[in-house]
């Protein structure tokens, strides 16, 4: 009989013979950028998560990185919103006017990264253009890029384009290095599925479609290899680091674009997956520190380098992993 039980009879050996450990520093927090000053906005479909004015950042940032968080994402939330979401390359925009600050307040202590897309600021809600009820390419990643720069000017340590329009990478690559930002890397959302997950995110930003949905972009949950196509794509274009979102219904995914890139992979444990488990940590139903260790413990062990996670803070100061 093989005693398999031999290397689990006490912390110390199974500490010893682990496969994984959460790599702390690979998490990244992101936050929600309102114009103003002293505004804070909780968010009802995301207990623990709030909007905040630029003021209110720096001090939730600042108190993260007490706790050991040296990176965050950030997502603008604009007062006006048009048809060709001109607000998102406003270079007085509250995401940039938010890059700066941190930037100046903390320097190379905390990595920005900025979320580049359009939903938040058109006012149909899809992440481009639109014409005749079609999402519109080749004019969409035209803004798209525009906006990276924006975010570049601003100081942003890495631009994370969510839009998923086909060249973006390329075209935001391009832009940057025209304009001499050679050394901001681009974190690609790859693969980045069609989900009923991104419910309470919509909410948060205010970016669900108001027509129609984003199936003519993101990819169908159906297709497995089709992501495999899109990571190969997103690299041959210029993309420094890859994403899988969401995480927990992807699993699969994560597992495979882990093992055929060779460039870092990032995981987006998206609002949806955060609101499931805050929902059933509040009423009771599970515990919320062991469900919430276990969760990352795999995103890891299925091979990602980083992830995005609204967990990340509460994570960190209760010491949960
Ligand atoms: C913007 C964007 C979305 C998310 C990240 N960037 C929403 C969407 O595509 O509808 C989702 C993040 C989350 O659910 O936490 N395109």
């Known amino acids: 009989m093989e005693r398999m039980r031999n290397l689990r009879k006490s912390s110390t050996i ?36 709030s909007r905040v004015s630029q003021d209110n950042l720096l001090r939730d940032v600042e108190s993260d990185m007490t706790a050991g968080i040296k990176s965050v994402i950030l997502f603008g939330i604009p007062q006006r919103k048009d048809a060709s979401g001109t607000e998102a390359w406003n270079s007085q925009g509250a995401l940039q006017q938010a ?19 359009l939903c938040e600021y058109t006012d149909h809600g899809h992440c481009g253009l639109v014409e005749d009820g079609k999402i519109l390419n080749d004019p969409s990643i035209d803004l798209l890029a525009k906006t990276a720069l924006s975010h570049a000017r601003a100081g942003a340590d890495m631009v994370a384009p969510s839009d998923m329009m086909d060249g973006r990478v390329r075209a935001i690559r391009d832009l940057l290095d025209e304009e001499s930002f050679f050394d901001v890397p681009i974190m690609s959302y790859s693969a980045k ?3 009923a997950f991104y419910g309470p995110f919509r909410d948060a930003a205010g970016s669900a479609p108001q027509f129609g949905d984003r199936k003519t972009y993101q990819m169908d949950p159906r ?25 927990l219904s992807y699993m699969d ?25 805050k929902s059933a940590a509040m009423q009771g139903f599970i515990d919320e520190g062991r469900i919430v260790n276990e969760i990352l413990t795999s995103f890891f062990r299925a091979g990602a ?3 995005i996670s609204y967990h990340a803070r509460e994570a960190m100061k209760n010491k949960w992993i």
């Not at 890059?99 to 580049?116: A, H, P």
């Not at 899109?230 to 979102?245: F, L, R, S």
């Open 193 to 195: 599925y069609c989900s």
């Open 305 to 307: 380098d980083m992830v």
């Open 14 to 49: 199974r500490d010893l013979v682990a496969e994984t450990n959460i790599k702390r520093e690979g998490l990244i927090m992101p936050h929600f950028v309102l114009e103003g000053e002293g505004r804070r906005e909780e968010i009802s479909s995301m207990p623990g998560i």
């Open 99 to 117: 890059v700066k600050s941190l930037k100046k307040s903390f320097g190379d202590e905390l990595l920005v990264i900025t979320d580049v897309c």
């Open 253 to 277: 995914i994560i597992k495979t674009i882990s093992q055929i890139s060779t460039l870092p992979l990032c995981v987006y444990n998206v609002s949806g997956e955060y609101s499931m488990v």
């Open 223 to 247: 297709n497995g290899q089709e992501a495999e196509r899109a990571i190969i794509n997103n690299i041959e274009q210029g993309a420094d680091i890859v994403m899988v979102k969401p995480a």
